[in-house]
């Protein structure tokens, strides 16, 4: 069985406002450029991570972006992992269900976001709030 390994990883961004989600963006592009995936590949993975930064900051009360590279065997993705301070998703799968929404949105954010990557991982922090992690691979 091959591992997995990280190959570059950040010291994290934070995510308080528009201009981290901003600087989000520019980080995963320059990172799925590095890996190698198709612009279509790289646009999608860009807008999830700016899905779910924004969640970060409106639902979860800010945190943290760590993104970096992935190879396994030949194959070499990106990542993105955001955790933040907020009290957690109680219902995960419910808050996946297109049309569902705890704010004024349409509901699409969470579950379009994990329609757009080919990896998809919700779950609760230890410590607190939500950890989502998303990858794609070239």
């Known amino acids: 069985m091959r591992r997995r390994r990280t190959l570059a990883a950040d010291e ?71 955790e933040d301070d907020g009290p957690g998703i109680p219902d995960i799968q419910m808050a996946l269900t297109d049309g569902f929404s705890t704010g004024t949105g349409l509901g699409l954010g969470f579950g379009g976001a994990r329609r757009l990557v080919n990896e998809f991982e919700a779950k609760p922090n230890p410590t607190g709030g939500t950890i989502v992690r998303v990858a794609t691979w070239r």
């Open 12 to 82: 994290g961004l934070p995510l308080r406002n528009d201009e981290d989600v901003v600087r989000a963006r520019h980080r995963v592009r320059e990172l799925a450029q590095h890996a190698g995936l198709r612009l279509v590949d790289q646009t999608k993975f860009v807008t999830a991570v700016s899905e779910l930064a924004r969640n970060t900051i409106i639902h979860g009360g800010g945190g943290r972006l760590h993104a970096g590279l992935l190879q396994d065997g030949a194959r070499q993705g990106v990542y993105a992992r955001f």
